[in-house]
């Protein structure tokens, strides 16, 4: 998966959990999710591992800060299955990407 697919995939996903958890309407984001996308975003433009990046459940580097991190992993949680509903070609990249490296 290319880093800009990364990358479209995690927006997908916070605006699931934004809409369910906080209210959000037509695709926008709360400021707190808005603030933590930006901050995944950034992490995605500095990996070291740039497009042989694995999954980051199955990366050996950790480059979130601990609180953010348990913060995404929560947001992925919840929206990775309901990325399913929503854009099954992402959901199936996402899962054979996670399974292949």
Sequence with gaps: MSLEREKE????MFKIYCKAKHGSQNGELCSECK???DYALKRLDLCPF????PSCKKCTIHCY???KRKKIKE?????????????PFN???????????
């Design 9 to 12: 995939t995690l927006q997908k």
């Design 35 to 37: 603030e933590l996308l």
């Design 50 to 53: 740039k497009e042989e990046k």
């Design 65 to 67: 800060q601990p609180e």
């Design 75 to 87: 947001v992925m949680r919840f929206s990775g299955p309901r990325l399913l509903l929503y854009d």
């Design 91 to 101: 959901w199936l990249i996402h899962k054979v990407k996670e399974r292949t490296k």
